[in-house]
T-cell receptor, first 110, second 117 residues
Framework: RKEVEQDPGPFNVPEGATVAFNCTYS??????FFWYRQDCRKEPKLLMS???SGNEDGRFTAQLNRASQYISLLIRDSKLSDSATYLC???????????FGAGTRLFVKA | DARVTQTPRHKVTEMGQEVTMRCQPI?????VFWYRQTMMQGLELLAY????????DSGMPKDRFSAEMPDATLATLKIQPSEPRDSAVYFC???????????????FGSGTQLSVL
């Protein structure tokens, strides 16, 4: 079983739609959680950190459920520019390992 | 803007040749990661350094791969001898991790696209 698992998609949604991505992690010692975004043929870039209480950044909302070892990302009012691969990232206790999920591809169409 | 610099951007080589990839982390960052990305495997962690010391290279094939940080401004990843299955994009990322606290936010270089024929 992979340490971080994501639905690979692709998710095809119209502009303006709300879309949610899920991610599960296997190591209960995981302490820090992030979502990164990767555009085609580019490097991953930090989208947002994920805090225990949940957090929001504009149209993006991240949630963490430690009991279920589950992270989510919600995108509201999707834009064409949101088309990318979204990577769930987990850092193990002590920060010695930062593990990336395989990513979920999102296509937003006009 | 501060950025992680990787060279070369592209490398085409023949099987059996040595490949060296270089990374200049962001000034002031104390952690460096090497990742390999393929369509099949996604981003795989190869090596991790903190304050130039290698802390984890369990994801790296030891017989042919080696990673070093000769100084704070340079990290290298070498493959010798290279094989076609090593073809991938290799990313370097740097971050700052304090002594206590949680995982750091990573900043990635543009990657080295390696093709081994």
């Amino acid at each position: 079983r992979k340490e971080v698992e994501q639905d690979p998609g692709p998710f095809n949604v119209p502009e303006g739609a709300t879309v949610a991505f899920n991610c599960t992690y296997s190591n209960s010692a995981s302490q820090s959680f992030f979502w990164y975004r990767q555009d085609c043929r580019k490097e991953p870039k930090l989208l947002m950190s994920v805090y225990s209480s949940g957090n929001e950044d504009g149209r993006f909302t991240a949630q963490l459920n430690r009991a279920s070892q589950y992270i989510s990302l919600l995108i509201r009012d999707s834009k064409l520019s949101d088309s990318a691969t979204y990577l769930c990232v987990v850092s193990i206790t002590g920060g010695f390992k930062t593990i990336f999920g395989a990513g979920t591809r999102l296509f937003v169409k006009a | 803007d501060a950025r992680v610099t990787q060279t070369p951007r592209h490398k085409v080589t023949e099987m059996g040749q040595e490949v060296t990839m270089r990374c200049q982390p962001i000034l002031g960052h104390n952690t460096v990661f090497w990742y390999r990305q393929t369509m099949m495997q996604g981003l795989e962690l190869l090596a991790y350094f903190r304050n130039r010391a290698p802390l984890d290279d369990s994801g790296m094939p030891k017989d042919r791969f080696s990673a070093e940080m000769p100084d704070a401004t340079l990290a290298t990843l070498k493959i010798q001898p290279s094989e076609p299955r090593d073809s991938a994009v290799y990313f370097c990322a740097s971050g700052f991790k304090p002594l206590t606290g949680f995982g750091e936010k990573l900043f990635f270089g543009s990657g080295t696209q390696l093709s081994v024929l």
